[in-house]
């Protein structure tokens, strides 16, 4: 089963296309998903890590991004509901419109 999890999480692949050799697909997602309701997951992390920690296996690595990303200078103020209405300016006419 943890194989069969494992495989879908590293492959990215659908449930459907999970390999015969792991059995059913869809116990495999109804176990997945009973595990992270019912808390096995975290109870298997936990038990983990206190075994590295005992071991004095842990090495913590901490990585901060510090990018910035900014908007193109175009995109300030830019309107969100579509384009400005357009003003049609009228010229008085100096006389009748001849035909």
Do not use: C
Request: aromatic share 10%; charged share 20%; net charge positive.
């Amino acid at each position: 089963m943890i194989d069969a999890i494992a495989y879908k999480l590293q492959t990215g692949t659908q449930w459907v296309h999970l390999p015969e050799k792991y059995g059913n697909w869809r116990g495999v997602y109804n176990r997945l998903r009973m595990w992270a309701v019912d808390g096995t997951w975290e109870r298997v992390f936990t038990a983990l890590m206190a075994q590295a920690d005992a071991e004095e296996d842990l090495n913590w690595a901490v990585s901060v991004d510090s990018t910035i990303v900014r908007a193109h200078q175009h995109a300030a103020g830019a309107r969100k509901k579509g384009p400005r209405p357009v003003n049609r300016t009228t010229m008085p006419s100096a006389g009748p419109v001849a035909d």
